[in-house]
């Protein structure tokens, strides 16, 4: 049985690294948003800030997850504008932030990918809806 599980886990780690289309270059991007001007419910992304985007950077993945839900809102990949500045909005596959009781924690990611959709940029930030003042 031993032997099985560390075949598996070598097996997985293996497949896990060959499957990656992450550059072992990446960078950590600095990622920003407000809820400011959002509202509950709606489809769309508040108004995000990425510094630290690699020339090359040929497209931008956005997801947004709700940590306190364990909720999906979406994924997107869009064409870069050569904009640090995603407005708010623009991107109608993310479902905005509503949650029914207590605050969500929600986390934003992006990912900068180059022209063969290898990601040389990663980062996230996480915002409470509604903020607590």
């Not at 956005?62 to 869009?78: A, R």
Request: aromatic share 10%; proline share 7%; charged share 25%.
């Amino acid at each position: 049985m031993k032997k099985t599980c560390c075949v598996f886990i070598v097996a997985f780690s293996l497949f896990s690294i060959g499957c990656s289309n992450t550059s072992p270059d990446a960078v950590d991007l600095e990622v920003d948003f407000t809820w400011k001007g959002m509202t509950p419910c709606g489809w769309g992304n508040p108004e995000i800030r990425i510094d630290g985007l690699p020339e090359n950077t040929k497209a931008l993945t956005v997801s947004m997850y709700d940590h306190v839900y364990f909720y999906d809102h979406g994924k997107v990949t869009i064409t870069y504008d050569g904009s640090s500045i995603i407005k708010m909005g623009v991107l109608k596959e993310i479902q905005g932030p509503c949650p029914p009781d207590v605050p969500g924690r929600y986390k934003i990611t992006v990912k900068a990918s180059d022209g063969n959709d290898v990601v040389i940029g990663i980062g996230s930030k996480e915002r409470y809806f509604p903020e607590e003042k």
